[in-house]
Antibody
Framework: EVQLVESGGGLVQPGGSLRLSCAASGFTFSDHYMDWVRQAPGKGLEWVGRTRNKANSDTTEYAASVKGRFFISRDDSKDSLFLHMNSLKTEDTAVYYC???????????????????WGKGTTVTVS | QSVVTQPPSVSGTPGQRVTISCSGSTSNVDPNTVAWYQQLPGTAPKLLIHRNDQRPSGVPERFSGSKSGTSASLAISGLQSEDEADYYCAAWDDSLIGYVFGTGTKVTVL
């Protein structure tokens, strides 16, 4: 069964740090780009960032709201994804989801990008 | 504040057809493809539609997607009580170099 399981959430003070983990199983983790998405209480979904796969040098991109504070890494030998969160703010309070990505180009121009597998999420409270 | 907008809410009676609009721009919805996600209360999002109009296996045929220019739509035909959820459109944004979710639409079955 294809599965993603997040862990590491908790209560942290403003300015603190936290590392979230996402354990993948049931698919070839190293083949896929992986994303983090968050949802603040009562709010919509917000993309946090992504890591490409090894074939694309594991490069990363981040949302402007977290750039310079959050970092994504992966350990393909352990089928694991990580979100390193620093300088946390109260507005970072949210449920954090990891998600498997499918992406590519149609006819060389239109970029398709979507998340086909999601974890159940882990809650981070900054207070 | 998202650059992709959706109506906050849509409602319908069982069996009715409802549509949810998704308005983006020339850096996200057009030229890239749109995905739709369904989030049932208290659960993680689930992929509903990808590449504008493609349903993953297991998604009922009553869900359909379309796109024209900078706008996309999700239609639910034969609305059922279990369709009561939040729905989000999303696309890659070439200017932001990031993935953008729509503002989300709550579907209520009356």
């Amino acid at each position: 069964e294809v599965q993603l399981v997040e862990s590491g959430g908790g209560l942290v003070q403003p300015g603190g740090s936290l590392r979230l983990s996402c354990a993948a199983s049931g698919f070839t983790f190293s083949d896929h780009y992986m994303d983090w998405v968050r949802q603040a209480p009562g709010k919509g979904l917000e993309w946090v960032g992504r890591t490409r796969n090894k074939a694309n040098s594991d490069t990363t991109e981040y949302a402007a709201s977290v750039k310079g504070r959050f970092f994504i890494s992966r350990d393909d030998s352990k089928d694991s994804l990580f979100l390193h969160m620093n300088s946390l703010k109260t507005e970072d309070t949210a449920v954090y989801y990891c998600a498997r990505v499918v992406s590519g180009y149609i006819l060389g121009t239109a970029y398709y990008y979507y998340m086909d597998v999601w974890g159940k999420g882990t809650t981070v409270t900054v207070s | 504040q998202s650059v992709v907008t959706q109506p906050p809410s849509v409602s319908g009676t069982p069996g009715q057809r409802v549509t949810i609009s998704c308005s983006g721009s020339t850096s996200n919805v057009d030229p890239n493809t749109v995905a739709w996600y369904q989030q049932l209360p208290g659960t993680a999002p689930k992929l509903l539609i990808h590449r504008n109009d493609q349903r993953p296996s297991g998604v009922p045929e009553r869900f359909s997607g379309s796109k024209s220019g900078t706008s996309a739509s999700l239609a639910i035909s034969g609305l059922q009580s279990e369709d009561e959820a939040d729905y989000y459109c999303a696309a890659w944004d070439d200017s932001l170099i990031g993935y953008v979710f729509g503002t989300g639409t709550k579907v209520t079955v009356l």
